[in-house]
């Protein structure tokens, strides 16, 4: 494929070049902006000559490639100023972010290019003046694009549920029709010779009596469009517009959801799913950078089988609470704090590592720390003011101990250079090597740098020294680290094994280090496989796995790192409350299973009151299994024992949830055990299982699995999907069960991104792994902790307001239409309108419309603080109570009984006399009148709906009734010159002089809402809502109270208090593993693409664009 | 998915819109912290008992008196429609009615129960008239009746536009079927005055009907629906037609037909001498004639007493069911045990 010069789209993707491409081309349009090199005027010809041959030698090639855009920009140069054709090759448009295969054919060169140089659709040019690249793909070739086809939509289930209140209403519309118009069919008679029935005119037909059916079908039309108030069109307007204020205004504009750290509020990214929000049951969350901060802090090391860290993390000093051990915090004051270091031991700071017993070692530790990373530095080269970028926080924290322990990393830079072997040099500031206090910049050449994967978890560097001496760093997970460490020095390796392991029970993330000297010549000859796997367009990923792997072995332990991840603010509190709320919580994380449950522990996902089902594959059984390595085998066996583990599991829970007063449960299950479980055959068991727990925790977890959960998430929001391979009495159980569940995932990395689209609603944590899962989110939150709030605050009210404006229109729509319907009884069924078209039209638009608004907008049952503090009362919206069939139905009963109530009281006024003269009311004078109860009525029912009134309730529900009023003051004031009929001329000022109507107007709306106020009073007494119970018991509360005061009364805990209260509920048992493994999102979602998973990119992800930094070019003619 | 928003530091960058705190007790602070100051109306027994009692007190009073006005309303009811007709004649009643040859002359007498004071109002009620039929309502032109012919369409008007090429005057099935039974009122020897002038509202006589239109071809047709108009009267002298012509709502319906300016006392007799020209017989109408004095609220009304008094008694009953059910079974008020979370660990 040559470079192709197709039209250039607004957001093509490119390749670039970097170091590995040709330094020595350059195009026109930079020489010619950089005034001191332009070409005289004998290079210019000669340019023009060899672009004008080149372009030929395009044209007739085979088919021809015609150029379209020849211009100086597009003129490719090499650094003698010829003019260049070069040729790109690369594989065809797809949808992978992480993989490109492509070479770059220059001069007969072919140079690979990876995705390394590859620059996505919507990046953003940062670190660079200017980039040459090649538009690869454009538009919707783009990867990105391709990405992006199948964002699903969301409706909420209420809306869902709402389209068939409005079909269920359509069906009602059609029986009034079809009743309305076999009425007519059968009233007309000629018999009723004043209404000319059988004459022939034009339009006649409607009535004839002598063609009854189409009496019937005309009048179903005209019914149909009589009636067509009964649905209520504007309903979708009004929740819309509701529902926009709501996110953006309530949701967005949120003070308790405002993160002031990083000034980030709270943000709806859609309007659609307010109220699903108040319906959540079902919590999917990631757990690092969601409920922990992601913010890794260098915590501990060990270097040559010494400990070095003083601090004491959370669960450690919640182990020694238990204990009853203090633990002495000595906090020195000198301490290095900064973001991402969170160390201090004496032994090490500031160069008093050289009179530790083995002071090489740490040299070594520190400059494997300052050298093997893919960090960026940024900004001033000094060590206050640098800024570090990185793929991963747990990088940046490594790099920034270095920097701390002497080791500044302050200048990256890649050379120019034609050949391959380009080395990028990293400068490192090192103090007190030589000796005490002497600083010096060491530059070290990197050579290679053997990247970090899920299946490696290692990441490997190759440098030289400025002596020349080849050494190779690396650093990577335990297990990876000891497989290839070079036999002896067991001591160190035994000891920094117990290390490992203490740092793992103590919820730190571990990292092994270890390094090794390369004799050059074994290099150089490594170096070719390795640059011919680098150059290979098939499997390039495994060909350099399998290079890398012929280097990385003989290592020497230098130590390990330990970093911590905190806790977010607040979790165990946000968890409690939600956990009270009756929201179940899954907790999806790649920490191994102790250090899963420890996690929950401490972030009161589980409690020691729960009864825990530990699912785990790291049995004996199994292991034993295993070490047979017949894989079909180790398959079979697992199954079978997944299943027996999962049938004895369900069989205890279901003893557990037939007594009401069992504990409540909890489920642990690892990531093997739950691949199989998820198995078709034993899917029904495990969702049996899980649905009834209150926390489950999923640990080593791969992102594949975490998509994996998606499939789990959508069984349970379809229940009854899956009533395959089980027996007929479970299946009937399941179904009966079946209302929908509606499911809530939240993440914060790119990982978690397709966790969060499949769940009903997906939020977001918009922090520090960039914008991947806000971008697919609905809700992004700055914080875990504000769940609470979006939940149980804003998705509780979105709930009952829109419950509340739904069942309102519903009724508004229904009263005012039967009164329609039972006026068409005593027209003859003529379709005759009751009410003037104008009233009709502006009933929804003018008359009800606002009051319904401002309830959507403003209506709480109790306040926010409240809500919290009894977040019980969340489960009212879990059950869905307010806008079940039965509330429909009561609705119903009461706009029946309201519209017979209107039609008959109104309509009974038209026989006798009206006023002291005698005079009768007509047709349109009954009509005005019974709209005018109508609109009072419906007016005044609102209020009786809302829990809250504002002066702008007032303000509304009055300005609807005196527009009414001001309305038909005007409208029966003029007459028109038009040729219509006046039938409401002067219709009110003749029902006003009359004392009935005033006394009708008393009558009728307190004769309507009679009953309506009886049912509350019952209701309220003697089946209260929860809601109403706790109404009264802050009745006397102090309405200004602000949220953030009440707040604490909430959790009466500090959430420091309250997490320490967490932590001393950790089990007894002490973990006997390590922690955690590299465990970042982004490499995650890198793994994840290589599986085929859809894992979309990061824009920013640095790691992959470490390379770009330097001035690259490339062109195209 | 467009990935502009470059890098997690534009996150910050975004979010400028949220300025640092506002005033705290800014109006609009307040909506977007859904703060606005409320008052929170909660349902309890002793307001629900309270404002039942209100309401009955409000509304037996009411109920109380508009039923005596109602019944200080003296009434007289006489279906004439089938007594008018000859014995002979009744079992064709459309021909006595189609047959102009016959008389429509009948005489009815009527005894007046209680003393009655002027004004009594003389009425003619119609059962099972459709004049709310769609067909019939819409028949009319205003236009027409208020400025005469012009040059306006009478196509509202059909079947009843025109009679041969120029539009009738009034046209239209309303007009066409104007009512054109005629009563007169005699007690003993003396002729009883009605009087026929100011039956219809006054602004339909005023600004819906013109004072220079005349019915000049009114009833002209083959059909003769109803009753004819005087071609030298303007139609906003024809009260007869102006009321007719104010569609009545429900099939019975009574128009005023005049005013007898005299006294009648009790025991009474009446004697009305009608023409029974308009048919109703064809479609199964009922014709009345009603002679009812008149209250502060208008005619004979039990309706709305009843329904106040219903409605204020058992308003009564209720809050006194309350009470007693307050009294004895008090659900403690506001108690958290009562919320169904506690309700169902206390349960088990």
């Known amino acids: 494929m040559v470079s192709s010069s197709s039209s250039f789209a607004s957001a093509p993707e490119f390749i670039i070049s970097n170091n590995e491409v040709d330094n020595e081309i350059d195009i026109l349009s930079k020489i010619q902006s950089n005034n001191s090199k332009l070409p005289n005027w004998g290079r210019r010809v000669r340019l023009a000559l060899q672009t004008a041959k080149e372009i030929d030698t395009l044209h007739s090639s085979t088919p021809p490639v015609i150029h379209r855009d020849i211009k100086s920009a597009n003129v490719l140069i090499d650094r003698n100023f010829n003019a260049r054709l070069a040729e790109v090759q690369c594989e065809q448009p797809n949808n992978s972010l992480y993989t490109f295969t492509g070479n770059l054919i220059l001069q007969n060169q072919t140079l690979p290019v990876s995705p390394n140089q590859l620059l996505l659709r919507g990046c953003s040019l940062r670190n660079t003046e200017y980039i040459v690249g090649v538009v690869i793909f454009t538009g919707h070739e783009t990867k990105v694009m391709m990405n992006a086809m199948n964002v699903p939509s969301k409706r909420s289930t209420l809306e869902r549920k709402l389209d068939k209140l409005i079909l269920t209403l359509f069906a009602t519309l059609f029986v009034m029709c079809f009743i309305g118009a076999v009425g007519s069919a059968v009233f007309v008679n000629k018999k009723y010779f004043y209404l000319h029935l059988e004459s022939s005119e034009e339009g006649?037909?409607?009535?004839?009596?002598?063609?009854?059916?189409?009496?019937?079908?005309?009048?179903?039309?005209?019914?149909?469009?009589?009636?067509?108030?009964?649905?209520?069109?504007?309903?979708?307007?009004?929740?819309e517009m509701i529902k926009f204020i709501q996110s953006t205004q309530f949701i967005n504009k949120d003070l308790h959801m405002y993160h002031l750290e990083t000034n980030t509020p709270a943000l709806a990214r859609t309007s659609n799913l307010n109220e699903e929000l108040g319906q959540v049951e079902y919590i999917f969350s990631d757990k690092t950078g969601t409920l922990t901060r992601n913010l890794m802090e260098f915590f501990k090391c060990s270097i040559g089988g010494e400990v070095y860290g003083t601090g004491v993390t959370e669960i450690e000093r919640g182990i020694a609470e238990r204990s009853g051990k203090k633990i002495e915090e000595n906090i020195s004051s000198n301490a290095v704090r900064e973001k991402g270091?969170?160390?201090?031991?004496?032994?090490?700071?500031?160069?008093?590592?050289?009179?530790?017993?083995?002071?090489?070692?740490?040299?070594?530790?520190?400059?494997?720390?300052?050298?093997?990373?893919?960090?960026?530095?940024?900004?001033?080269?000094?060590?206050?003011?640098?800024?570090?970028?990185?793929?991963?926080?747990?990088?940046?924290?490594?790099?920034?101990?270095?920097?701390?322990?002497?080791?500044?990393?302050?200048?990256?830079?890649?050379?120019?250079?034609?050949?391959?072997?380009?080395?990028?040099?990293?400068?490192?500031?090192?103090?007190?090597?030589?000796?005490?206090g002497k600083i010096q910049d060491v530059p070290y050449e990197i050579l290679n740098v053997l990247e970090f994967n899920s299946t490696r978890k290692r990441q490997s560097v190759v440098c030289r020294y400025p002596d020349g001496r080849l050494v190779l760093y690396c650093k990577g997970a335990d297990t990876v680290i000891y497989e290839r460490l070079a036999d002896g020095n067991n001591d160190i390796k035994k000891v920094t094994r117990e290390h490992l392991e203490q740092f793992g029970s103590s919820g730190l993330r571990t990292l092994c280090l270890a390094y090794k000297e390369l004799h050059p010549d074994v290099y150089e000859s490594w170096n070719e496989k390795f640059i011919q796997a680098k150059s290979s367009l098939r499997d390039r990923e495994r060909k350099l796995d399998e290079v890398a792997e012929l280097i990385e072995h003989d290592l020497i332990l230098i130590g390990s790192t330990a970093i911590e991840d905190k806790l977010q603010e607040g979790v165990p509190a946000c968890i409690e409350t939600l956990k009270r709320a009756g929201i179940k919580i899954w907790v999806l994380t790649g920490d191994k299973i102790e250090t899963a449950i420890n996690i929950g522990y401490a972030c009161n996902l589980i409690n020691n009151e729960m009864k825990q089902f530990i699912i785990s594959s790291e049995t004996d059984a199994i292991r034993e299994v295993e070490e047979r390595g017949d894989q079909i085998e180790i398959a079979r066996f697992m199954k079978e024992e997944v299943k027996k583990e999962l049938k004895s599991c369900l069989e205890e829970a279901q003893s557990y949830f037939s007594s009401l007063s069992g504990p409540k449960l909890a489920l642990v299950i690892d990531g093997k055990c739950l691949m199989y479980a998820l198995d078709p055959s034993l899917r029904v068991m495990l969702l049996n299982l899980s649905l009834n727990c209150h926390a489950v925790v999923c640990c080593r977890?791969?992102?594949?699995?975490?998509?994996?959960?998606?499939?789990?998430?959508?069984?349970?929001?379809?229940?009854?999907?899956?009533?395959?391979?089980?027996?007929?009495?479970?299946?009937?159980?399941l179904v009966k069960k079946g209302a929908q569940k509606i499911t809530l995932s939240i993440g914060d990395g790119a990982n978690d991104v397709s966790m969060i689209q499949a769940a009903h609603v997906g939020v977001g944590i918009s922090g520090l792994e960039g914008m991947q899962a806000v971008m697919a989110s609905d809700f992004a939150i700055a914080q875990f902790r504000y769940l609470a709030d979006l939940l149980l605050v804003h998705g509780r009210w979105s709930y009952l307001r829109i419950c509340k404006v739904v069942t309102y229109f519903f009724y508004k729509n229904l009263t005012f239409t039967l009164t329609q319907f039972w006026f068409t009884f005593q027209a003859g069924f003529s379709g005759q309108r009751f009410y003037d078209d104008w009233f009709q039209s502006l009933y929804n638009v003018i008359f009800t419309a606002l009051p319904v608004i401002i309830v959507g907008l403003f209506d709480k049952d109790v306040s926010a603080s409240l809500s919290k503090k009894y977040p019980e009362l969340y489960m009212e919206g879990i059950r869905n109570v307010f806008f079940k069939w039965r509330v429909v139905a009561i609705w119903a009963f009461f706009s029946l009984y309201q519209s017979l109530i209107f039609y008959y009281f109104v309509s009974s006024s038209s026989l006798s006399g009206k006023n002291s003269a005698g005079k009768t009311f007509g047709l349109w004078d009954v009509s005005t009148m019974a709209f005018t109860c109508v609109v009072v009525t419906v007016n005044l029912r609102l209020l009786m709906i809302c829990n809250s009134i504002t002066r702008w309730h007032y303000i509304s529900v009055g300005g609807s009734i005196l527009a009414w009023f001001i309305f038909i003051f005007l409208y029966s004031g003029i007459s028109t010159p038009y040729d219509r009929q006046e039938n409401m001329y002067f219709v009110i000022y003749v029902l006003m002089s009359t004392l009935y109507f005033y006394l009708t107007l008393l009558l009728v709306p307190v004769a309507a809402l009679f009953c309506d106020f009886i049912y509350q009073g019952v209701q309220r007494w003697f089946f209260p809502y929860d809601?109403?119970?706790?109404?009264?018991?802050?009745?006397?509360?102090?309405?200004?109270?602000?949220?953030?005061?009440?707040?604490?009364?909430?959790?009466?805990?500090?959430?420091?208090?309250?997490?320490?209260?967490?932590?001393?509920?950790?089990?007894?048992?002490?973990?006997?593993?390590?922690?955690?493994?590299?465990?970042?999102?982004?490499y995650e979602s890198f793994f994840a693409a290589q599986l085929g998973v859809f894992a979309p990119t990061k824009a920013w992800d640095v790691a992959r664009r470490a390379s770009m930094k330097s001035r690259p070019k490339i062109g195209h003619k | 998915m467009d990935l502009d928003s470059g890098t997690s530091s534009t996150v910050g960058a975004r979010v400028q819109a949220i300025p640092g705190r506002p005033a705290q007790h800014g109006a609009l602070y307040q909506f977007k912290q859904q703060n606005l100051p409320a008052c929170k109306p909660v349902l309890t027994p002793a307001t629900v008992i309270a404002t039942f009692l209100l309401m009955g007190f409000i509304f037996i009073p009411l109920g109380l008196i508009t039923l005596r006005a109602s019944n200080s309303v003296v009434e007289i009811v006489d279906r004439y429609d089938i007594e008018c007709i000859p014995e002979e004649l009744r079992s064709n009643k459309l021909l006595y009615i189609t047959d102009d040859s016959i008389s429509k002359n009948c005489s009815r007498f009527l005894k007046v129960p209680k003393s009655m004071r002027a004004p009594i109002y003389i009425y003619y009620q119609l059962d099972n008239y459709y004049q709310n039929h769609r067909r019939y309502v819409k028949s009319r032109n205003d236009k027409q009746l208020l400025h005469g012919l012009g040059d306006n369409s009478t196509s509202s008007c059909k079947p009843l536009e025109s009679s041969g090429d120029l539009p009738i005057v009034p046209c239209g099935l309303i007009a066409w079927s104007v009512f054109n039974d005629t009563f007169k009122f005699s007690s003993g020897s003396s002729e009883l005055k009605v009087n026929r002038k100011n039956i219809a509202w006054k602004s339909d006589r005023n600004h819906k009907f013109g004072k220079d239109v005349y019915p000049f071809n009114f009833q002209n047709g083959p059909l003769i629906g109803g009753g004819k108009l005087d071609p030298n009267t303007p139609l906003s002298d024809q009260e007869d037609l102006i009321v007719w012509m104010r569609t009545?709502?429900?099939?019975?319906?009574?128009?005023?037909?005049?005013?007898?300016?005299?006294?009648?006392?009790?025991?009474?007799?009446?004697?009305?001498?009608?023409?029974?020209?308009?048919?109703?017989?064809?479609?199964?109408?009922?014709?009345?004639?009603?002679?009812?004095?008149?209250?502060?609220?208008?005619?004979?009304?039990?309706?709305?007493?009843?329904?106040?008094?219903?409605?204020?008694?058992?308003?009564?009953?209720?809050?006194?069911?309350?009470?007693?059910?307050?009294?004895?079974?008090p659900r403690p008020y506001g108690d958290a045990m009562y919320t169904s979370w506690n309700k169902k660990s206390s349960s088990s």
């Open chain 1, 341 to 436: 270091f969170n160390f201090d031991d004496p032994r090490l700071m500031r160069g008093a590592w050289r009179n530790e017993p083995n002071p090489d070692n740490c040299k070594e530790f520190f400059r494997c720390l300052a050298i093997c990373h893919t960090v960026l530095p940024e900004g001033d080269e000094s060590p206050e003011k640098i800024k570090y970028q990185a793929a991963s926080p747990d990088e940046a924290a490594l790099v920034i101990a270095a920097k701390n322990f002497g080791f500044f990393f302050y200048r990256f830079k890649q050379l120019h250079c034609f050949l391959l072997r380009t080395p990028t040099m990293i400068y490192v500031r090192e103090s007190h090597v030589e000796k005490m």
């Open chain 1, 701 to 733: 977890v791969s992102p594949l699995q975490k998509a994996q959960v998606n499939l789990f998430l959508k069984a349970i929001k379809d229940w009854w999907c899956l009533d395959f391979n089980y027996g007929a009495l479970q299946v009937t159980s």
């Open chain 1, 204 to 239: 006649g037909a409607q009535f004839d009596p002598r063609n009854r059916f189409l009496v019937f079908l005309l009048t179903m039309f005209t019914l149909i469009t009589l009636y067509s108030t009964i649905i209520p069109i504007s309903l979708y307007v009004s929740i």
């Open chain 2, 248 to 329: 009545a709502a429900l099939p019975s319906f009574r128009k005023l037909y005049g005013r007898i300016e005299e006294d009648l006392d009790a025991d009474d007799v009446i004697v009305v001498q009608l023409m029974n020209n308009y048919n109703a017989y064809s479609f199964g109408g009922k014709k009345k004639l009603v002679l009812s004095t008149s209250s502060w609220l208008g005619g004979k009304n039990d309706f709305f007493g009843v329904a106040s008094l219903f409605i204020g008694t058992f308003c009564m009953m209720i809050s006194i069911v309350f009470l007693l059910l307050h009294v004895k079974n």
């Open chain 1, 1027 to 1082: 809601y109403q119970i706790i109404q009264e018991m802050h009745r006397h509360d102090d309405t200004d109270t602000s949220r953030a005061h009440l707040l604490e009364i909430g959790n009466n805990l500090t959430p420091a208090e309250a997490r320490s209260h967490a932590i001393s509920q950790l089990p007894r048992e002490i973990s006997k593993h390590t922690g955690f493994a590299f465990d970042s999102p982004g």
